[in-house]
């Protein structure tokens, strides 16, 4: 997959009860599109995503030029980033 200064990474959540990827997002990197989703599961605790993290999983499906906006994907296979449940946090 390449990258550059005008590249971004395309990230997926991928449901496993209905074995479905939702709609890309963008991000800087793996560790900013974990943080996004951890940010969301912590403000929205009635989200699917709080509810039932095992369910779930964010995956690296591609880069996005942001210059001429065309999409790579990373020929026929997804990347695993985390499983939504090795991101939440412990309550106090």
Same mark, same amino acid.
């Given at each position: 997959? %390449?990258?550059?200064n005008n590249y971004k990474f395309l990230f997926s959540?991928?449901?496993? *009860? %209905? @074995?479905?990827?939702? #709609? &890309?997002? *963008?991000?800087?990197n793996k560790g900013s599109a974990m943080r996004r989703i951890q940010d969301l599961m912590q403000s929205n605790p009635?989200? &699917?995503? #709080? @509810?039932?993290p095992h369910d779930?999983? $964010?995956?690296? *499906?591609?880069t996005w030029n942001e210059e001429t906006g065309y999409m790579y994907s990373n020929d026929? %296979?997804?990347? $695993?980033? *985390?499983a939504l449940e090795?991101? %939440?946090t412990k309550k106090e």
């Open positions: 997959m %390449t990258k550059g959540i991928y449901d496993e *009860v %209905t @074995k479905l990827f939702e #709609a &890309p997002f *963008v991000d800087l009635q989200s &699917p995503y #709080a @509810k039932f779930y999983k $964010l995956m690296l *499906v591609g026929k %296979t997804t990347d $695993l980033v *985390v090795d991101i %939440t």
